[in-house]
Structure formats: C-alpha cells, structure tokens
C-alpha cells in the first residue's frame, strides 16, 4: 500500500502573510508533489491569497470577507477594530473558528502570522502546528509572556529574524532561524518591462488594502516634481498592482493624478503604460521582483513589499499614510524600527517629500548604507524550503 499523501493546511492572517504562504505553498509542492496543500487566508479571503494560489494550484479554502481594516487592528487600534466590527468582523470570527475545528484531520498545520493566528489554529484545530512567525521581532518589540506561552505549543517557530529565534529559545520556545521567507519570493524572471533606455527606474509600492489607489495618486504627483527637478534625465516609475488589488479603482487614482495609463498587451505583467509630465509610468502586475530588480530605489507604503525591497538593497522611502492618524503612530514605526537605516520616512507634503527623494537619490554613499542595512536586517532567501521539509516531516509522523 502506498503511503498517504500529506494533508496540510495552511492560515495566514494577513497580505503580506498571504503572499509568504504561497511561497511555502510551491516550496512543499517542490519537496512533495503528491501533498494534500489548501490555504485558508483569514484576513482578505481569496484577494489576498492572489497569485501565489494560482501558481502553486494551492485551493483557497474557508470563511473571509475584506475588511475596511484591511487586517490592521493590532495594538488596539480602537478605530479600525471598530470599523471592522460593523462590517461583520464577530461573525466573521465566530465562522472562522468554526472552520477550523472541522479540520481534524489535517496531518499539519502551518500558522503563517502572527500569535492570534496561531492561537486560533492550536486552540481550534488541535492538530500538530508549526508557526511562521513574521508579525514580531527583537528589532522592534518582543513577543510577550502570554506569546511567548502559545507559541511553546507549536511543534516548531521560525521566527523572522536570528535575534527573535535566540530570543524565543532562551524563553523556552522551540524557536530557529531558517531564512527569512518573505525573500523567496522576490525572484527576478528576466522579463522585459520596457522601461525607456536611460531612464532612472524608481519603484512604487502602493501596498494591496483599501488606501492603495490613494499612495500611488500621491506618488505620482511626488514623482512627477522629482522628474521636472531631475530633467533632462528621464524618469520611470514602476507602480506595483499588488494581487487582487482594484485595478480600475488604481487607474482612476493614476488619472487624478495627471496620469492617463491605457492597457498595455505586448509585454506580459506590464497592465498599462502612459505618463504624467515627464514621468513615463508602467502599472506593473505579478513581475514585482523584476520592477525592484530594474529600479535604484522604491516609494513605499507597503508593509511586506517595502520589506522585500529593502532585503533587495533598495533604499525604500515611505510617508506617513494618508488619512489614518491612528495607524501612523504604530505601523509605521513599527517598520522603521525593523528596518532601521533602509528606511526613510519623509514628511508627507508633496514638494517636501520630492526635495527629499532629490537629496537621497544625489547621495550615493547614504545610498549603499541603506542598500547595505536593508539587505542585513532582511536576510536571505531560502526558509521556505527549510520550514517546508519540517512541516512535511511533522506532517508524516502524525496520522
């Protein structure tokens, strides 16, 4: 009789998390082609699981809706978490907690965010869990006692960086370091994005929640100063359309900006090119490490993109988010922490923000200091297939 096929589910609970959990996904499926692989994404559903489940033909299972959050209700912030709650979010939760406790017979489960997510999975499913944890580290804050005391219950944590694994193992957790598996996906293909000969290729990572739209209007506007103080050079933005992103709602936020793109079908990943002044622009879908790998620094507003970029060697410039004072006072210092010197928060008025791109992109020794941080606090790629062989090892020794 031939062995059974391992059966794994994988939860993420966020987009970013989303994304690492499709890297996973193909890396198991490269290790065991035969494994039973379904992905529950918590927080956005099918939208945040995006191409990484087409890729790796991972089935996206379980109960989600977008929330107006879009999963950023951490540290208490009161104003989306309630947000959140007139959307549906108790119900939601109540469903989702459900469908976990039918997952009994799962061989393994891997929790792919931060400890709720593995809470709910060790709490709910009681079946052996192996926790990616990405949501903390020691360059920020560390995990509390009452983290630290659900995360013992894994079979096994990766943390996300050398200093959270020693700091979780001191404390008891069956913590290591393997690789920080946001960098698997950050591969470049080699395609060809037509960016104009010359030109100075800068990327735009607009994030994938709901103010996405918004940044890259406001980015447009920023690049198009940097164009004019930076002309006869010409200038190309790169504007990442992350998955499951609105792609009309993106291309009405370019138009108000200055910026008519229309659908672009000769070159695979390129959705659209056009310009605003004497900025070119390319709306760029699925060849995200190709944009990075193409441009000398990144505007970002992401959470996980301005860290793959960053882990690249790109000097990733951010400003406060628009329109959300709460999220300003912890997300993004939050990243800056973890990040450090890759990362510069401009403030976040046009011709100011454009002077500062200016000045960074003048200043190559400040340059490569970032480059060179960015790449050190990031870490290499290659944890994918290391937490891919534990699950499939922890998978097999409990039927």
């Not at 035969?34 to 299972?61: L, S, Y």
């Not at 992401?302 to 628009?322: H, W, Y």
């Not at 790629?381 to 937490?387: I, K, L, N, R, Y």
Request: proline content about 6%.
């Amino acid at each position: 009789m031939s062995p059974k096929a391992p059966n794994i589910l994988l939860v993420s609970n966020g987009y970013g998390e989303a994304a690492i959990a499709g890297y996973l996904a193909a890396a198991i499926a490269a290790r065991a082609p035969d494994a039973i692989v379904e992905h529950f994404p918590m927080v956005g559903g099918p939208d945040a699981a995006g191409a990484a489940a087409d890729a790796t033909q991972t089935r996206v299972v379980g109960p989600a809706a977008r929330m107006p959050s879009g999963g950023l209700i951490a540290y208490w912030n009161i104003r989306n978490l309630m947000r959140d709650i007139g959307a549906g979010l108790l119900s939601l939760t109540a469903r989702q907690f459900a469908f976990l406790r039918r997952q009994r017979a799962r061989d393994a489960i891997v929790a792919v965010g931060d400890v709720y997510c593995a809470a709910a999975c060790l709490v709910f499913a009681r079946r052996p869990t192996v926790f990616v944890a990405t949501a903390k580290s020691e360059y920020v804050a560390g995990h509390s006692g009452l983290e630290r005391a659900v995360a013992r219950r894994a079979r096994a944590v990766f943390a996300r960086d050398p200093a959270t694994a020693a700091a979780l193992a001191a404390q008891g957790v069956p913590a290591r370091y393997a690789g920080n598996l946001m960098m698997d996906g950050v591969r470049p293909t080699g395609a060809d994005l037509g960016e104009p000969a010359g030109a100075l290729a800068i990327a735009v990572l607009p994030g994938s929640r709901n103010d996405a739209p918004a940044n890259a209007s406001a980015a447009i506007r920023r690049l198009v100063l940097v164009a004019q103080m930076l002309a006869p050079r010409p200038v190309h933005a790169f504007i990442s359309l992350a998955p499951g992103a609105d792609q009309a709602a993106m291309l009405a936020a370019c138009a108000q900006a200055g910026a008519i793109l229309t659908p672009s079908g000769a070159r695979a990943g390129v959705v659209a090119t056009g310009s605003a002044g004497a900025l070119t622009i390319s709306l760029v879908s699925g060849l995200f490490a190709d944009m990075l790998s193409r441009s000398v620094i990144a505007l970002g507003q992401a959470g996980t993109a301005n860290e793959q970029a960053a882990g690249l060697g790109l000097p990733v410039i951010a400003s406060s988010p628009r329109g959300d004072p709460a999220r300003v006072g912890w997300y993004r210092m939050r990243q800056q922490r973890l990040l450090g010197d890759a990362l510069l928060v401009l403030p976040d008025e046009d011709r100011e923000f454009a002077h500062g791109v200016v000045s960074l992109l003048g200043d190559g020794p400040r340059m490569r200091m970032m480059g060179e941080t960015g790449r050190a606090r990031m870490g290499g790629p290659g944890g994918a297939d290391e937490v891919a062989q534990a699950v499939l090892a922890l998978a097999s020794h409990h039927p």
